[in-house]
């Protein structure tokens, strides 16, 4: 995709999820609470599933600087001594990594000195994000999920580094699950990273990746979706955008005001929705509260 060609896609998306020019929430407008009064009737058995792959504290391919997880508590004196002690951690993280799952603000994504909806990133500062922070989600994010499994579709059990899942892609695994996209709801994308991952071992995901085309960006705007998440990054690396490394963040993000949640963990759900024969479920997304934040380490829940 040429760079003129993104241009007008990114100008044709904006124009289409202008939401006034104060609006700080973006997509989640779509998110009304008769939708989320409506997603709660998706609960049929209760089950739950999480969403999140465990946070990784060991360096690999795709994760070079890991969490950080330190016991800070007990001392080794107090370890097996009569009275009252705590069991203490700390716990620091590279929220923006290649592995851990986490949500982006809207605040993560700058472009031509902008961030969403024209706020400029000028708000940003050392101190933190002014506008468009993790603030925003500080309610939580809660809604009806709909997974939609592109490697089920193929008939693969993942999708290579590098393929990109298209409009085309999102409509027919629609069909085939017999399942609907619609407005408000929060639009989960199987490519199958983690279960390749899982199986081959890690490699550099910065470099090589399976994702979503950019056009594919045009079926998000059509159905008014609120969030948009994966099991990989979202983006396909290599881009398909000439000079631009990440052009589903930048529609999704900057132009749409769409949150991302990035390196998502599927393979749970997936069965679960395979053996209920339904792919859509009530979704509770609680990231942390940390004013002023670029995004957050996640760990949505399904509930079905």
């Given amino acids: 995709m040429s760079a003129d060609a993104f241009r007008v896609l990114y100008t044709d998306l904006r124009d289409q999820a202008r939401h006034g020019p104060e609006d700080r929430r973006g997509a989640l407008g779509h998110l009304t609470p008769e939708r989320v009064v409506a997603a709660a009737a998706e609960v049929r058995s209760g089950r739950t599933v999480s969403l999140a792959a465990p946070v990784e504290t060991l360096p690999g391919p795709d994760n070079p600087h890991p969490a950080d997880h330190r016991m800070?508590?007990?001392?080794?004196?107090?370890?097996?001594?009569?009275?009252?002690?705590?069991?203490?951690?700390?716990?620091?993280?590279?929220?923006?990594?290649?592995?851990?799952?986490?949500?982006?603000?809207?605040?993560?994504?700058?472009?031509?000195?902008?961030?969403?909806?024209?706020?400029?990133?000028?708000?940003?500062?050392?101190?933190?994000?002014?506008?468009?922070?993790?603030?925003?989600?500080?309610?939580?994010?809660v809604g009806r999920g709909v997974l939609l499994d592109i490697p089920r579709l193929r008939g693969v059990p993942w999708l290579e580094p590098g393929d990109h899942v298209t409009e085309d892609d999102l409509t027919a695994a629609e069909a085939a699950q017999g399942v609907g996209v619609g407005p408000g709801d929060l639009l989960l994308v199987r490519v199958g990273h983690r279960r390749r991952r899982r199986e081959l071992g890690a490699w550099?995901?910065?470099?090589?990746?399976?994702?979503?085309?950019?056009?594919?960006?045009?079926?998000?705007?059509?159905?008014?979706?609120?969030?948009?998440?994966?099991?990989?990054?979202?983006?396909?690396?290599?881009?398909?955008?000439?000079?631009?490394?990440?052009?589903?963040?930048?529609?999704?993000?900057?132009?749409?005001?769409?949150?991302?949640?990035?390196?998502?963990?599927?393979?749970?759900?997936?069965?679960?929705?395979?053996?209920a024969g339904r792919w859509s479920f009530l979704c509770v997304v609680a990231p942390l509260r940390l004013p002023g934040a670029t995004g957050s380490p996640v760990n949505p829940i399904a509930v079905l």
């Fill in 72 to 141: 800070t508590g007990p001392a080794d004196g107090d370890i097996g001594a009569d009275g009252l002690h705590f069991a203490l951690d700390r716990f620091a993280m590279n929220v923006h990594g290649d592995a851990d799952s986490h949500l982006d603000a809207l605040c993560h994504v700058i472009l031509d000195g902008e961030l969403y909806n024209r706020v400029p990133a000028s708000t940003v500062t050392p101190d933190g994000a002014a506008a468009l922070s993790l603030d925003v989600v500080r309610d939580g994010i």
């Fill in 204 to 275: 550099n995901a910065a470099q090589s990746r399976a994702g979503l085309h950019p056009t594919a960006m045009r079926f998000l705007a059509d159905r008014h979706v609120a969030v948009l998440g994966s099991d990989g990054n979202n983006d396909t690396a290599p881009s398909a955008v000439a000079e631009t490394a990440f052009p589903v963040h930048v529609l999704a993000m900057h132009a749409m005001g769409v949150h991302l949640m990035d390196y998502l963990q599927f393979e749970d759900l997936a069965a679960e929705c395979e053996r």
